[in-house]
């Protein structure tokens, strides 16, 4: 139930009246399955929510990100586990007992009302206040977001944004603990997507309320989260900050999944020279740092995967590991995304613009041995 404002309320107030009901959400152990248990939605979702933490649940598209949204919503109803909204457990109440606030993936304004009717539609279902307040929350919140000189204008007079900022006003007004959001500018072009958010991201701060986003866009995720949860087959496989999941990935997976041009994997095996451990391809050796030797999690063993980020590739090099031939050079503005072949298998660099001239046919390769990762046939970070 969303709290009562008085018509002083200003902008600061919004912020105030909301710190009083925040609290720390937890989901535990929390297990989501469909068609009688046939498909697992989720398993094991354990997750920790703090009122002020912007979290972006990232994965590929049937992960379980959406299903977990929509469970700590109470959308959905877990087969086991607890939900936990400050010190209150909700994981049985219903979505309009749990102060949260779901902003769609479809913006679904009511055509028929105005903006300000349709900012206003969740106090008129919920609260008892009076016109006079409820019209200064929507001021208030339309201010914030920009839009009081659209109130009196219907849905369909607006931009795709403008849309999604009515969409997110209805939400504020209610003053949530926090608020959800399920891929909302997938409608949104481009250019219009960058703009929102930088616009949600500077309002999630100014509101200091959680943000739960759910995407599968890398990009949108690392710009937009201070905590990303990466999900995969129905698990959460990472929780970090962008910097660690990019720099620190737990599994084969994660580091995959994150990086754009996606990181380089290629077999290899492991092998003791007896004073340390060799690295050995197809078409490459090399040895691994005392360092790195100290940190290997693994013994002598093939059926191991090397992993390392295009821009540790290094192309031209004075010393070199491997030749490779060219295949294509992707202008990608600053820097030069070039595709390469070695012995049958596929790398990508990341290089300055023109560095590797077009027309180019072969280059020397090496890498920054420091920057590889190792894996396990599990997929599991050995290195």
């Known amino acids: ?38 498909i697992v939605a989720c398993a094991d979702i354990n997750l920790e929510i703090n009122p002020t933490d912007f979290v972006v649940l990232l994965g590929p598209s049937g992960c379980g990100k959406t299903t977990t949204l929509r469970c700590l919503s109470g959308l959905d109803v877990p087969d086991s586990g607890h939900i ?13 007992d749990r102060d949260l606030a779901f902003v769609f993936q479809s913006i679904a304004l009511f055509p028929h009302m105005s903006v300000r009717k349709n900012i206003a539609f969740g106090l008129d279902m919920t609260t008892d206040m009076s016109k006079d307040e409820k019209n200064e929350r929507v001021r208030e919140v339309a201010e914030m977001l920009g839009i009081e000189s659209m109130l009196d204008r219907s849905p369909d007079e607006l931009s795709g944004g403008q849309q999604q900022r009515v969409s997110l006003g209805r939400a504020m007004v209610m003053e ?6 399920d891929e909302p500018f997938s409608a949104l072009d481009a250019k219009l997507r960058d703009q929102m958010r930088v616009e949600v991201k500077q309002l999630q701060r100014e509101l200091e309320t959680a943000m739960i986003f759910v995407t599968h866009d890398q990009e949108e995720a690392m710009t937009l989260g201070d905590k990303i949860v990466v999900m995969d087959d129905a698990r959460i496989q990472q929780i970090g900050s962008p910097y660690e999941i990019y720099n620190e990935p737990t599994n084969q997976f994660v580091a995959s999944f994150i990086g754009s041009p996606s990181t380089n994997m290629l077999p290899v095996e492991v092998v003791s020279t007896g004073e340390g451990y060799d690295v050995v391809g197809d078409f490459f050796r090399f040895p691994l ?3 790195q030797v100290d940190r290997y999690q693994g013994g002598e063993q093939g059926n191991v995967q090397l992993g390392v ?14 030749d490779a ?4 050079i992707e202008p990608h503005g600053a820097r030069d995304a070039v595709h390469l072949t070695a012995d049958d298998y596929d790398l990508t660099a990341v290089t300055p613009q023109e560095k590797i001239p077009g027309g180019t046919e072969s280059v020397s390769v090496d890498f920054e041995i420091d920057q590889i990762w190792l894996f396990d046939g599990d997929g599991q970070r050995l290195l």
Not at 85 to 90: A, N, S
Not at 309 to 320: G, H, I, T, V
Request: charge should be negative; aromatic fraction near 8%.
């Open 176 to 181: 949530p603990a926090a608020f959800l959001l």
């Open 289 to 291: 740092s005392d360092e």
């Open 1 to 38: 139930m969303a709290m009562e404002a008085d018509s002083s309320s200003t902008k600061d107030d919004i912020g105030d009246s909301v710190d009083a009901g925040k609290g720390t959400i937890r989901m535990e152990n929390i297990r989501k399955t469909f068609d009688n248990g046939e």
């Open 309 to 322: 980020r295009p821009e540790y590739l290094q192309l031209d090099a004075d010393e070199k590991l491997f």
């Open 325 to 328: 031939d060219v295949s294509v």
């Open 84 to 96: 936990y909204i400050g010190d209150e457990e909700m994981t049985y109440e219903k979505p309009k």
